[in-house]
């Protein structure tokens, strides 16, 4: 127990030395003399003191409902922490159209794992991309947003193909619409009017460059705060040739504490890119990932993505987490209460009791 106004506490002194005085001068008054005194009884002598101890511990429990006692309770509690997830899904060109391509292989990895998040919030969004030589940005979109409807990610996931959003690969901006899905909801009823969709993405882009000003985009991740148990689920086939760089996009993601996992496949068509280039940007991916609490896999053939969908998953699972609360709570009320039925007893026994013959 603490107490917020601890300075009243300096009346306690006080109040003792007039209960101290008025005892001595109540005492001399009903007991004038010492054989009285010997001949009166332990009992006597507690019932001609009661109105004293009464007035004291009335006395004492005002000053302790000033000094405004707060107790603090720790309530206990367990909780079923849900996931919401983004899948990401790479639309590119390389990814293919025909029957038995890496789009349906992955199309239907992808439908299982949204039956494993049963119970879970799963959104899902694209990315491909136009030559950065005539945009300078890739593509994006999200299909549908996180949702318990696991039918209407399952039917998102289906009407994608390959090239509808261009045939380049877009990694950074697959990861930056996700975070959009996944933090949109809270950053509007954080920021309201102040939140700008297009400024964020302004902001996370000039991450490295001489223009940078990441103002915004802290100022949007200390709003909404800590994002937990969301993640991203990012599958490429192909190295990133256009839009923003996935490590501006993965650095957005550590600010708002949003892991970032990623499934990768290796390039069943021409990136143009140097085997050099594609290996250095692999490993700088990789590493941003692993800063994320994420996962990066890879698999030489579309079969072993299977399983790197089971191991994120499971890392994924919803768990039951206990959590404890502190509350406050005012113990004023309840000295006030006290003192008033102790008051009342002080009045009758001062007024009816010590009279009765």
């Known amino acids: 127990m603490t107490f917020t106004h601890g300075v009243y506490f300096l009346l306690l002194p006080l109040f003792i030395l007039l209960w101290v005085w008025a005892g001595r001068s109540r005492q001399w008054l009903l007991q004038p003399s010492k054989l009285q005194v010997k001949r009166s009884g332990i009992f006597s002598r507690a019932v001609l003191r009661l109105p004293l101890l009464l007035w004291l511990a ?31 899904y790479d639309v590119s060109t390389s990814m293919g159209r025909e029957s038995g391509s890496t789009m349906e292989k992955i199309r239907i990895m992808a439908l299982d794992f949204v039956q494993l998040r049963k119970g879970d919030f799963v959104g899902v969004s694209a990315y491909s991309g136009a030559s950065s030589n005539t945009r300078g940005r890739g593509y994006a979109a999200i299909f ?120 990768a496949f290796d390039s069943s068509a021409a990136t143009g890119l140097s085997d050099e280039e594609g290996q ?14 994420g996962l990066y896999r890879e698999s030489a053939d579309v079969e072993g993505i299977a399983a790197i969908f089971q191991e994120i998953s499971q890392a994924e699972k919803a768990k039951v987490v206990m959590e404890g609360e502190l509350k406050e709570e005012n113990q004023q009320k309840q000295l006030f209460q006290l003192a008033a039925v102790l008051f009342i007893a002080w009045v009758f026994i001062e007024n009816f009791w010590m009279k009765i013959p």
């Open 144 to 263: 549908t947003y996180p949702t318990e409807d696991l039918a209407q990610s399952e039917a998102a996931i289906r009407t994608l193909e390959a090239t509808m959003l261009g045939p380049y690969t877009a990694i950074g901006d697959g990861i930056f619409i996700s975070l959009i899905a996944l933090i949109e909801e809270d950053a509007r009823g954080r920021l309201g009017e102040r939140y700008d969709r297009w400024l964020l993405e302004a902001s996370v882009d000039s991450l490295g460059t001489p223009e940078e000003d990441l103002t915004y985009a802290r100022e949007v991740a200390d709003r909404v705060g800590p994002q937990k148990g969301k993640f991203v689920l990012l599958f490429t086939d192909g190295k990133y040739n256009t839009g923003i760089h996935p490590l501006k996009a993965i650095w957005f993601a550590k600010q708002l504490g949003i892991k970032v996992h990623f499934a």
């Open 280 to 293: 250095k940007r692999k490993a700088e991916i990789a590493e941003a990932v692993v800063a994320t609490g």
């Open 58 to 88: 009335v006395s004492t429990l005002l000053i302790f409902a000033l000094a405004r006692p707060v107790s603090t309770l720790k309530t206990t509690y367990l909780t079923l922490e849900k996931k919401v997830c983004m899948i990401s």
